[in-house]
């Protein structure tokens, strides 16, 4: 059986089943089915929650099944976060082609509509945020080819749902797909589309992981999952469409053609970016007979997770390319997963750090602050990476200050050519908080010996408090 969205929930509920929750009545799609899910999020909760009754639609949907590393880890099959990272570099490395399937064996086409018939409104499309433009597809990986190459580029963007067969298309400047939209439309051609909602989280974290050039994701999707993505021909368009998916729209992108569009509770958890934007023709909805709608909680943690985990891989991947003895990378939620880079080196040479950190940079935009420590700091520890940075590091020799350069145009601080205008542009910092090399005498760390730590087992040398034994030697009272 191959896996999909349905075999991840089935070993979810085996594995973690503590993790999934599930609202019985009908919740309207308009800001209820996001209240709950942030209601669990205010306690400091983050299960994926299964809405079985969405007003006005007969799909159910699923919210928040990336909310957490741990989740995605299990996606993985592996055992921790830190252990989920080197695999997804790993398997990178070695993407698995596709596997090409008839249609009658691919679960996508068990309903097939065309034309008029592909509404929308079928569809429990979501309003997230109370300031949002409106309803958003936004956890669809979308499948559009390179013109002339044919190269199949994925990636997940946000889509206002602007008719019952239009779609808003707002891709990043700095994403691949912006460079194949706008090769389309120098050509006066337009681009087609595939929108698959629904799958393993494997497709969705191929679909985010950060690539040298277009292309690959899909092949990488299956080097996720350890078997080849089975793949369909799309009813409409002409591109390859995931078999096993549970919803797939297909479209068109119709060149130098605009809607209005915007704003949107974004990554930074601000709302961002309103104004006349390319837009999708929706030519076809293909699904399961009974699907499963999947979104992502917008512009809170599960955006932030989602969008970091496979990105954790890509960044460890490139940036052992250009220092091999990187041991380990990490984007905290401290910069909501996205604008804080924390990385770890084996330090071979000075000048290290900052070479790492330029790798970092290049591959994903997005980061903002890079700091770089030695391998004996744990860089999913914030609070021994702020240590290093205090104890490590002086500013007038270790800051790194690069201005002008290409960022998150979503950040609510980026700005254009005029620095008072927004745009696509940041100002990148590295910090280099690592010890100089020898012959530099560095203070040694205070802490007790490492064979007697090693000697130590807190399961077997302590207890817990018991009250009446243990209060006489402990208060002296009886």
């Known amino acids: 059986m191959s896996k999909d969205l349905r075999s991840y929930l089935d070993e979810l509920l085996e594995k973690r089943p503590k993790d999934v929750v599930v609202v019985d009545k009908e919740v309207d799609p308009v800001y209820e089915v996001t209240a709950i899910v942030e209601k ?58 596709v596997k090409e399937v008839a249609a009658k064996d691919a679960p996508c086409k068990e309903v097939i509509l065309k034309g008029e018939q592909a509404d929308l409104d079928l569809l429990p499309v979501l309003t997230h945020n109370e300031g949002d433009a409106g309803a958003y597809v936004n956890a669809a990986a979308m499948i559009c080819k390179e013109r002339g190459s044919g190269a199949v580029n994925v990636g997940i963007y946000r889509h206002q749902k602007q008719g019952k067969h239009q779609l808003g298309l707002m891709v990043n400047p700095a994403n691949h797909a912006n460079y194949v939209r706008a090769e389309y439309e120098d050509n006066n051609e337009p681009m087609e589309v595939a929108l698959c909602i629904g799958h393993h989280p494997a497709l969705n974290m191929a679909a985010v992981s950060k690539q040298a050039g277009v292309g690959t994701e899909l092949e990488i999707a299956g ?30 992108v119709p060149p130098k053609k605009r809607h209005y569009e915007g704003p949107f509770g974004e990554w930074p958890h601000y709302y961002y970016k309103e104004g006349e934007q390319p837009y999708i023709q929706v030519t076809a909805i293909t699904m399961k007979k009974n699907p499963v709608y999947q979104s992502i909680h917008s512009a809170h943690i599960e955006h932030n997770i989602i969008g970091a985990a496979p990105r954790l891989g890509s960044l460890l991947k490139r940036v052992q390319e250009v220092v091999p003895s990187t041991t380990a990378v990490n984007l905290p939620i401290s910069g909501a997963a996205r604008s804080h880079c924390y990385i770890s080196v084996k330090k071979r040479a000075e000048g290290d750090p900052k070479q790492a950190a330029l790798g970092a940079i290049v591959t994903d935009p997005n980061i903002k602050h890079v700091i770089v420590v030695d391998d004996d700091v744990d860089v999913f520890n914030e609070n021994q990476v702020l240590w290093a940075l205090a104890m490590r590091f002086q500013a007038d020799r270790d800051l790194v200050i690069i201005p002008n350069i290409i960022g998150s145009h979503l950040n609510p601080t980026a700005y254009g050519y005029n620095r008072m205008e927004r745009g696509p542009m940041e100002t990148k910092l590295i910090f280099d908080a690592t010890k100089p090399l020898p012959p530099y005498d560095f203070p040694k760390e205070a802490q007790a010996p490492d064979d007697v730590l090693k000697r130590v087992d807190l399961a077997r040398d302590t207890r817990p408090y018991e009250p009446g034994k243990d209060d006489k030697i402990i208060t002296g009272k009886n």
Do not use: W
Request: charged share 25%.
């Open 40 to 97: 669990f999020e205010r306690e400091n909760k983050f299960p994926l929650v299964f809405f079985k009754n969405v007003k006005g639609s007969k799909i159910p949907a699923i919210v928040n099944l990336g909310a957490t590393y741990e989740r995605l880890a299990l996606a993985l099959g592996s055992p921790n976060v830190p252990q989920m990272v080197r695999d997804l570099a790993y398997r990178e490395h070695r993407p698995l082609p």
């Open 223 to 252: 080097a996720f999952l350890g078997e080849p993505l089975r793949v369909v021909k799309a009813e409409t368009v002409d591109l390859m469409v995931p078999a096993d998916c549970e919803i797939i729209i297909e479209g068109v």
